[in-house]
């Protein structure tokens, strides 16, 4: 148990609609990421936030969007639903530090797009 | 863009004998290199690092090797074992940013 939680484990949605994927980061950590796996393709970093602000970007489409909370967990929001948005989101968290670079990585949300 | 690659999608070893996973880059940036090893329906775990000024850096049955002029790297694990069948990715870091590859799926046969 990596001590990261994410909620809801399976998520069934039709296209068009909107979901939110909630994430809480082990205790004390600050970092937390969200990453992508499609089907045969490597966790695709998303975004990164720290202690509440964004701190890095990667392929996140305009439909996605983030925030971490000041009590630390983050939601991931999914709107205007396709089909290719079917995948495995998984959130990280970490220390955050500047030497940081192990992250401790949730179970995952399983999204299926129907 | 991938700039992380796994070319091989499965390995399978028979216990006892050495596992090798290799893994390509293409950002001479990347300024640390790791692994992960993923079981069905788990997220990923952190197995080992090296820094980008390191060539090698072990840690009982794994060791990973870096080879920065050609940009690869490579995982070995001696003596496999069962317990050690799962997919396996690497990834490397810049500045904020994590880049994974697809990952590898090793089998250890007993």
């Known amino acids: 148990d990596s001590g990261v939680t994410q909620t809801p484990k399976h998520l069934i949605t039709a296209t068009g609609q909107r979901v939110t994927l909630r994430c809480s980061p082990r205790?004390?950590?600050?970092?937390v990421y969200w990453y992508q796996q499609s089907l045969d393709q490597g966790l695709q970093f998303l975004i990164q936030?720290?202690?509440?602000?964004?701190?890095a970007k990667g392929n996140i489409l305009e439909r996605f969007s983030a925030q971490q909370f000041p009590d630390l967990h983050s939601e991931l929001n999914l709107s205007s639903l396709e089909l290719g948005d079917s995948a495995l989101y998984f959130c990280?968290?970490?220390?955050?530090?500047?030497?940081?670079?192990?992250?401790?990585f949730g179970p995952g949300t399983r999204l299926t797009v129907t | 863009d991938q700039q992380v690659k796994q070319n091989s999608p499965s390995l399978s070893v028979q216990e006892g004998r050495i596992s090798i996973l290799n893994c390509d880059y293409t950002n001479s940036m990347f300024d640390y290199f790791l692994w992960y090893k993923k079981y069905p329906a788990e997220g990923p775990t952190f197995l080992i690092s090296i820094s980008s000024i390191k060539d090698k850096n072990e840690d009982g049955r794994f060791t990973v090797f870096l080879n920065k002029s050609a940009k690869h790297l490579s995982l070995h694990i001696v003596p496999s074992q069962p317990g050690d069948s799962a997919v396996y990715f690497c990834a490397a870091r810049t500045g904020n940013q994590f880049y994974f590859g697809t990952g590898t799926s090793l089998t250890v046969i007993p």
């Open positions: 936030y720290y202690n509440g602000e964004e701190r």
């Open positions: 205790s004390g950590d600050l970092s």
């Open positions: 990280a968290s970490s220390v955050g530090g500047a030497g940081d670079f192990e992250q401790y």
